[in-house]
């Protein structure tokens, strides 16, 4: 089966721009997470999605970041301004359903605010 | 706040079993033990999972204790690929079910 698909694999901004960020989830996948991971930490949850409703967004900055999972499938994240501290890879996951599926991560997306 | 607590850093003889600890002291009856391993510039991968009975599959191996404080993965011949940072998570399966990382341990396999 095709992996999670994530795009742009990098991306470089200055602060205060904004950017945006694509997940494709594995096909019949109906729970989307993501992720930000600091470099030299582990990944932080920033929302959950279960099919194309929020299940959990208490970690997400709301004044700057946002999410949506239009049709249940695609997804995008949105930073908007950017700031340093957002430089970070963030990962894309999606898991069959809620309960014990494992998740199945993307490789990431690299952002670098100047 | 991560549940778990991991030694930040092991070396293992390629060729030989990595035996990786994780200690969740504060763990609850419906909560399970996931292991995800992540490799340099790649997402974490799944490994394996369990709720109280030991668990193999074809990448390791899981012991978990009795008391199910803690957990040991094995793998059982390591190679130097197997060189990554290894999360160990416990998560619910009802409830508030999200997966929280901690820092993990890094494992160097060495030649």
């Known amino acids: ?114 | 706040d991560a549940k778990t607590t991991q030694p930040p850093s092991m070396d293992c003889a390629e060729g030989r079993a990595a035996n990786l600890p994780c200690n969740h002291s504060t763990i609850s009856g419906n909560e399970y033990v996931y292991w995800y391993r992540q490799i340099h510039s790649q997402g974490p991968q799944y490994i394996i999972h369990g709720l109280k009975n030991n668990e193999t599959n074809e990448m390791a191996s899981l012991i978990i204790t009795e008391d199910r404080k803690s957990s040991t993965l094995i793998l059982p011949h390591a190679t130097l690929r197997d060189t990554a940072v290894y999360y160990c998570i416990v998560r619910a399966t009802s409830g508030t079910y999200k997966y929280i990382f901690g820092t993990g341990t890094r494992l160097k396999v060495l030649a």
């Open chain 1, 1 to 114: 089966e095709a992996g999670v698909a994530q795009s742009p694999r990098y991306k470089i901004i200055e602060k205060r721009q904004s950017v945006a960020f694509w997940c494709n989830p594995i096909s019949g996948h109906a729970t989307l997470y993501w992720y930000q991971q600091i470099l030299g930490q582990g990944p932080k949850l920033l929302i959950q999605f279960q099919n194309n409703g929020v299940v959990d967004d208490s970690q997400l900055p709301k004044d700057r970041f946002s999410a949506e999972r239009l049709k249940g499938v695609d997804s995008t994240l949105k930073i908007q301004p950017a700031k340093l501290e957002d430089s970070a890879v963030y990962l894309c996951a999606s898991s069959l359903r809620e309960g014990n599926s494992p998740l199945h991560f993307g490789n990431g997306t690299r952002l670098t605010v100047t």
